[in-house]
């Protein structure tokens, strides 16, 4: 497995408990450095996201355990228990269920998301005049989860519930410069159409988070 470019995660299926099975992670350096298998981790099922040494993510949704390696190389060996020659089906379908796959990708509109992602950032940039501004990205609930923080002036609890509306600007905003107050009306419009949602947080004083999840598919229709 390479993993210079993310980690992999590999999904082994729900097992019987009289079956043994195991995938051994070997590292470049011939180390066994973990097991995945019956007697380490069990026969539950699930997947095992496996890291490289300079993998800095946040641990994804359905994620039961990071694994880490020490080398950006690692081999998987699997293994699993053959009771009788009659038991041989059994054993193709365990092992059907074993897989080793990267985080999920993005299959949605980049030019929408980017203008939503732009906006986000513009507005955040606009209310932080000291501060910082972050944006984080995370895998959650087969999609993936965008945040864009900022320690700035924040956003009135009364305000919350109107800024997605067209042309509704916060007291502060309409001071400003340039604001149409089309902004976040636009960015909930184009985030339902990628079939997502976004919701925010604010602490007047301490600054803002907006949320933006979108599927990694787009629904059909």
Known sequence: MDLRAEPLVITVPV??????YSVQLIDAYT?????ISSGATGNDGGGFLIAGPGWKGQTPDGVKE??????????AVFRTQLFDPGDLDNVKKVQAGY???????????AGKLKIVLKNLLDNAI???????????ARSQENGVEI???????????????????????????????????????IVQRLV????????????????SVFRVWVPVEIPEG
């Open 99 to 109: 897989k080793a796959q990267p985080l999920p990708l993005l299959q949605t509109d």
């Open 147 to 185: 945040r864009v923080q900022d320690n700035g002036s924040g956003i009135p609890p009364e305000a919350l519930e109107q800024i997605f509306e067209p042309f509704y600007q916060v007291d502060e905003a309409a001071r400003l410069p340039g604001g149409t107050g089309l902004g976040l009306s």
């Open 31 to 35: 180390f066994n450095f973990a097991y």
């Open 66 to 75: 990071v694994i880490r390696s020490e080398t950006e190389f690692v081999f």
């Open 192 to 207: 339902a159409l990628l079939g997502g949602r976004i919701r925010v947080e604010s602490v007047v004083g301490s600054g």
């Open 126 to 136: 606009k209310f932080t005049k000291q501060g910082t501004v972050t944006i984080r």
């Open 15 to 20: 097992i019987e408990k009289n079956r043994y």
